[in-house]
């Protein structure tokens, strides 16, 4: 099969994702096509930051090679969905790292975002744990910026932020071979639904946007839209 | 193209101390990272996976009768305890997405062959808005427990999908009541604590009249 010479070495894999995400450039249509379809209000952060990263008018194949890259990360089993998750989690952390360290909360909301950072700091240690035990190399932590500048804007940012985290657990899940594994994720997927909820009420958004049933996001979807937070 | 083959399918079921190897190196995992109290992970592992129960539409009847209370709950006791401001407004939002569950499931259970539970009838202790609240987050996190208990259990990859965009919205909804109430959102900490159907029985049971 031809197509097999396209495909990456599978250990080498979830490190390049990250890698490649920052090198390749976002299909900007494509990407706001795939956000407006949330039709989330939270989401304008995202479509801004990626508006303001997008270099160049993008050609068909790069959105390929992009999806092309998320897809074979899954097709690597758990070790690479946990590499992916290990990712998102390294991001919240540092993203609750700064917000931290800026004061911009204090008393009860303060108190709480440190709580939400340091839930995030153990997913880290969590999945990084069990990627080694698994055989696995964890990913390496990726550099991350966030706009941070008052506290409305790190609130709105942060929705958001755990909204998409919720959403790309929901994605994964069907995708998870190890049973281990589907029940961690899921102790973790419903505890970034319960950040989220917490922070739609404190920016006055709804606390379950999509209603009744959440939706999931899959993998290129998600990288494109954090891809504006990695330095 | 995913490859649905384990690296090592041979170690799957190999047993250390009466658990699986796959189930053994994870709680290694988790106990690794012991700092920050991750360690606790492994137990609660270990629950969601001793949640055995039939075949999918007993997981999903079960799952029925759980919507069932929350919706009666939201929608019948909410109006007759007399709600206002932000509580009456979750209740009704939320009154109607438990609705919209019980819709789920029962199609769902009817595509697998199975017959859909009845709607039992239930009895509440809340008597004010106040009762009312404390209750619903009891309800709220324990369908998040039963949902991740159960999760594992489901052969079907569809309903998994299916599950797990109910339990994100009621997890949303244990948040939001819990801060209502002056509670903490996240009560388990970084990781929700899966509960068995024993656990869940035990909580929802005497709320179930018939």
Redesign the interface.
């Known amino acids: 099969m031809s197509q097999d010479t396209e495909q990456q070495d599978p250990v080498a894999q979830p490190a390049g994702i990250v890698e490649r995400l920052v090198r390749d450039d976002v299909d900007r249509k494509r990407f706001l096509k795939v956000v407006g379809g949330t039709s989330a209000a939270g989401f304008g952060a995202f479509v801004l930051a990626a508006c303001g990263s997008s270099k160049s008018t993008t050609t068909a194949s790069t959105t390929a090679t992009t999806a092309t890259t998320a ?2 990360g ?4 758990d070790v690479a969905i946990l590499n992916y998750a290990l990712t998102l989690e390294y991001l919240e952390s540092q993203f609750y790292e700064k917000v931290i360290a800026a004061r911009l909360f204090n008393g009860k909301v303060g108190a ?1 975002l440190k ?2 950072g ?6 880290v ?2 999945l ?8 696995g190399t964890p990913v390496s932590k990726p550099r991350a910026k966030f706009p941070i500048e008052n506290a409305d804007q790190v609130a709105q940012l942060a929705y958001t932020v755990e909204n998409l985290g ?1 959403s790309a657990y ?1 994605g994964q ?3 998870i ?8 994720a ?6 970034e ?6 922070l ?2 404190l920016v006055k958004k709804p ?2 946007p999509n ?6 996001a899959d993998m290129s979807t998600v990288l494109a839209a954090v891809k504006p937070f990695l330095a | ?4 083959t ?2 090592h399918p041979e170690l799957a079921a190999f047993e250390v101390h009466g658990m699986t190897r ?2 053994f ?2 709680r ?3 106990a ?2 012991a ?4 360690a606790a ?1 492994g137990p ?2 270990a629950q ?2 001793a949640t055995t129960g039939g075949g999918d539409a007993e997981i999903l009847n079960f799952a029925l009768t759980l919507e069932y209370l929350e919706s009666a709950f939201y929608e019948v006791k909410g109006k007759q305890v007399g709600l206002s401001g932000q509580a009456k407004a979750y209740a009704q ?1 939320f009154g ?3 609705s ?2 019980v819709a ?1 499931l029962t199609g769902a259970i009817k595509e697998l062959g199975g017959t859909p539970v009845k709607k039992p009838t239930f009895v509440f202790p809340a008597t004010n808005e106040k009762s009312f609240l404390a209750l619903a987050s009891v309800l709220e996190n324990t369908g ?1 427990g039963a ?2 208990g159960a ?3 489901l052969k079907s ?2 309903l ?3 599950a ?13 009541i819990d ?1 209502l109430v002056d509670k ?3 009560p ?7 509960l068995t159907k024993k656990q869940v029985l035990a909580a929802a049971g005497p709320l179930i009249k018939s």
Not at chain 2, 1 to 4: A, E, L, S
Not at chain 2, 188 to 194: A, M, R, S, V
């Open positions: 897809q074979s899954s097709g690597t089993g709480m709580d939400f340091s839930q995030e700091n153990e997913h240690l969590a990084k744990g069990t990627v080694a035990k698994l055989g919720a929901l899940a069907a995708n071979q190890s049973p281990e594994v589907l029940a961690a899921l102790s973790i997927h419903s505890v639904a319960r950040h989220a909820s917490t739609g009420t606390v379950t209603g009744a049933f959440a939706v999931p | 193209m995913i490859d649905k384990p690296a796959s189930s190196m994870l290694g995992a988790l690794a990272g700092v920050y109290g991750t992970v609660f592992v969601a996976l939002e109607m997405q438990e919209q569950h789920a998040v949902y991740n999760g594992p259990s990859k569809k998994l999908e299916v797990g965009a109910i339990v994100q919205v009621e997890a949303r909804h244990a948040a939001a801060l903490s959102p996240t388990n900490g970084g990781f929700d604590l899966p």
